[in-house]
């Protein structure tokens, strides 16, 4: 029996099946990893559009940020003046001085964490580091906002529409206003910063939702409109 085994082995028919063995084995092989290769490239170009949507959507959400950010530079110096007139007293004639005009917000939300590993492949990192580093402004000047809103609901207390004004409720009103300066100032760096980075990665400027509406060229404007992005046909 072990002599025919080895004739069997030694003959054409079983080098024939040894050949077309190892040929199926490469095949197959083959097969697997060609497989193997194609889906990788669909795993990569679906991983690439996500990244290229991620990114489309954050510079135009970082538009709008950009646009806020214009908008509150410009007009800080005039917050800051009437907080000057609300500590010393000398309040303009204008009907409501007192009333604080509204504030544009930021809203921004970074691409997730593999889109902006591929952000950096593609794009470099100076990009991922402002895609993902704006989050830290954004939420640095939401707070800054929200204590000069807190602190400007003090001046009620030196608006003659609420009754006397004492002594005690013009100290109140003179120190929520040097807090507010203080905040002011804090804007003014963050939102520079903002600008700063943005025009890094050429991000422009935008505002699709708030269409017709921008930076005050006077201080007049934002008083006069109540925003301090006041309607283009009254900057």
Not at 37 to 53: F, I, K, P, Y
Request: aromatic residues 8%; contains cysteine; glycine residues 6%.
């Amino acid at each position: 029996m072990f002599r025919a085994t080895r004739q069997w082995f030694g003959s054409d028919r079983a080098r024939h099946s040894v050949r077309l063995f190892f040929f199926e084995l490469v095949v197959v092989t083959l097969g697997v990893l060609i497989a193997q290769w194609v889906q990788g490239l669909a795993q990569d170009r679906t991983a690439r559009s996500h990244m290229e949507n991620e990114r489309v959507r954050a510079r135009h959400e970082l538009e709008r940020v950009h646009m806020v950010a214009d908008e509150w530079i410009a007009a800080v110096p005039c917050l800051d003046r009437r907080m000057t007139e609300i500590m010393s007293g000398r309040l303009p004639q204008e009907p409501g001085p007192l009333v604080r005009p509204s504030f544009p917000n930021e809203v921004y939300s970074p691409p997730d964490d593999e889109a902006l590993f591929l952000v950096e492949r593609h794009y470099g990192p100076r990009e991922k580091s402002v895609l993902m580093g704006l989050t830290t402004n954004v939420g640095n000047a939401r707070t800054v906002t929200a204590k000069i809103v807190d602190n400007w609901g003090q001046f009620a207390l030196i608006d003659p529409a609420n009754g006397p004004v004492t002594a005690a409720d013009r100290a109140q009103a003179r120190v929520a206003a040097a807090d507010i300066k203080a905040q002011l100032r804090s804007a003014s760096i963050i939102y520079d910063d903002e600008r700063q980075r943005l025009r890094t990665i050429g991000v422009g400027v935008s505002d699709d939702e708030a269409g017709g509406f921008g930076p005050a060229r006077s201080c007049a404007a934002i008083w006069k409109s109540g925003r301090l992005d006041p309607p283009l046909t009254m900057r």
